[in-house]
């Protein structure tokens, strides 16, 4: 029996169909997902990845990791090829020094805070004449996740320093504590010691630097508008800061070990320590039942941390990769990764998301001092003057 000419017709068609997108997904990789599916990956080459690299601050990393791990689960493509991420962690302050010297030459760049990007624009603008970052592009850059600095401190001790709340001149009040000669027995506790603070170094890591910047507004007795010429000029101010962190016996690395250490070795080692809220919310639970109750103290006036992700606007980045790096960043704002910032301690910038969800961290740990609303924010300054922030410090008193 003959085979009727429309069968024939529609099966030249299929053929030459079939052939013509395996041709296309040949020339074309947006055309592959087209084809047919075993043919398809016996007959054509896979398409090389988009491999978008990406630089990181440490203080993000298990809640980053998840939130690749769910990205990943998506099998992103772009333009048919497969999108890849290659992470690597780096301390905030010699992220942006290194893609400013072009040591490192990133897709995507996560400081852990904005101060970090407005440094590295600044900079770039004066070396190239473009900037490699553009903080005001919030199609490229913006923030992720947020947590502010708060200072960690033994309840009791914070109690007889300042009572049930420390006022809104903190860092005034701990700076006048801390260079007493007495100690402890200024408040009538002199078996207590010396009273001991620290944080982190600020040429090391963000968490410092975002202390002495709200230090230096403290002293300003403001909350926006710190200038270079003040930190130059401003005698008194200078000696101010130079006797309070006088007063501190080393300056770490990670505001993790700190923390780490205030609740391993209790008051003999730290009073009071200047950390990450989700740092503390991270250690809490190990906190419980040591060295007495650990408390949470907001600062009149606060700093985020609000772990920006930036694409680079630099020569090497691919336009292919950069808008990789931008679908990465979509879903890192996006509902599913927000949801997992809130579990690993970290605020949400996406408004939708309430803290006072159950099983929030906000709500077990609100007897130790945590709250959902926050302070004011202190402007972060021009890239300037906290350059000139950072060279005070290492000038006059980096040990």
Known sequence: MKTPTVNKVLFGGYVVLTVGVLVGALLFPQVRALSYAPLREWVLPRPAPI??????????????????????????????????????????????????????????????????????????????????????????????????????????????????????RLWVRLQEALVDPRGWEAYGRPEWGYIKFGHTNPLKSNGGFQTILLMSYDYFDKTEGLTAAEILSDREYQAWLIAFEGTISKFGDSTGTYMEEIVAYGPSLYDFVSVYEATAIEQAANA?????????????????????????????????????????????TGRTAQELALSHGFRPVDPAIPLDQPGSPFLQYAANGLRINLPPEVEVPDGNTLNTLLEFWARNIER
Not at 75 to 98: A, F, N, T
Not at 135 to 144: G, M
Not at 311 to 330: M, T, Y
Request: proline share 7%; aromatic share 8%; net charge negative.
């Open 51 to 168: 491999v978008v690299s990406v630089l990181y601050s440490t203080e993000k990393a298990e809640w980053l990791t998840a939130a690749v791990a769910r990205f990943e689960a998506t099998h992103p493509l772009h333009e048919g090829r497969p999108i890849q991420l290659e992470l690597e962690k780096m301390g905030s302050r010699e992220m942006y020094l290194e893609v400013l010297e072009g040591t490192r030459q990133p897709d995507l760049i996560s400081p852990a805070s904005m101060l970090q990007i407005s440094i590295l624009q600044e900079l770039s603008v004066g070396r190239y004449g473009a900037p490699v970052v553009n903080r005001a592009d919030t199609t490229t850059c913006r923030p992720v996740l947020t947590s502010p600095v708060v200072l960690v401190a033994w309840k009791e001790r914070a109690e007889v320093l300042w009572g049930q709340t420390p006022g809104d």
């Open 288 to 332: 419980r039942g040591r060295y007495g109750e650990l408390q949470v103290y907001y600062p009149p006036a606060t700093s985020l941390s609000d772990h920006p992700f930036c694409v680079v606007q630099a020569e090497w980045v691919r336009p292919e990769n950069a808008v990789a790096a931008q679908r990465f960043l979509d879903f890192l």
